[in-house]
């Protein structure tokens, strides 16, 4: 039977592609397919659905998100590959709440502009949810890109988004208030295969 992997072509994925796709070793470069890393789950469905064997490898924030969304998956991590970069603040992706300088969880406003980046708007509303629970109310405001400028430009008050080497959070003057999550990179098939 002919095995679909569905890889991402985002470049900075590339490395940990690599170093899955040497642990599948039914993968057939003429199998593979490309797609950006958020949607590599939904295509990995879709051709389980179809009746097709397909592995995808993906970023765990991303498995994460979309495993949020579609509480009944078929999906299933079959194997968590340690991201380990000396470069990231963390050594891996993070996703992060975001703010100026000074802010805590303690002296955020109970009142904000939240811009969060488009990629999580379910671990966004989940993590922004505990924090509603707390007495605190935000707009959620979502963009593709540039979320650091929607804080210097005004737009925002605090953000959501991937930490990695924290360079721009130092551009921006921006500190990191609370880390959502951690991410790892992720080799995900069918609970049934």
Same mark, same amino acid.
């Given at each position: 039977m002919i095995v679909f992997i569905v890889i991402p072509k985002n470049t900075g994925l590339k490395q940990y592609t690599d170093i899955a796709l040497g642990y599948l070793t039914e993968a057939d470069p003429k199998n593979m397919i490309e797609v950006r890393g958020e949607d590599v789950p939904s295509w990995v469905v879709q051709l389980r659905k179809k009746g097709k064997k397909a592995i @995808? &490898?993906?970023g765990e924030d991303l498995y994460r998100e979309y495993v949020i969304e579609e509480r009944e998956t078929t999906l299933q991590v079959?194997?968590?590959?340690?991201?380990?970069? @000396?470069?990231?603040?963390? @050594?891996k992706p993070a996703l992060c709440l975001i703010g100026p300088k000074g802010m805590t969880i303690d002296n955020l406003p109970r009142?904000?502009?939240?811009?969060?980046?488009?990629k999580y708007p379910k671990i966004a509303k989940r993590y922004l949810n505990l924090l509603e629970g707390r007495g605190f109310s935000f707009k959620k405001i979502y963009m593709n890109g540039s979320v650091e400028s929607s804080y210097t430009t005004g737009i925002a008050d605090i953000l959501i988004d991937i930490v990695y080497t924290g360079n721009s959070l130092k551009k921006y003057g921006l500190v990191i208030i609370d880390v959502? &999550?951690?991410s790892d990179f992720v080799i995900i098939g069918g609970k049934n295969d």
């Open positions: @995808g &490898l993906t079959v194997r968590k590959i340690r991201w380990a970069d @000396g470069q990231a603040l963390f @050594g009142e904000a502009t939240v811009c969060i980046a488009a959502i &999550l951690y």
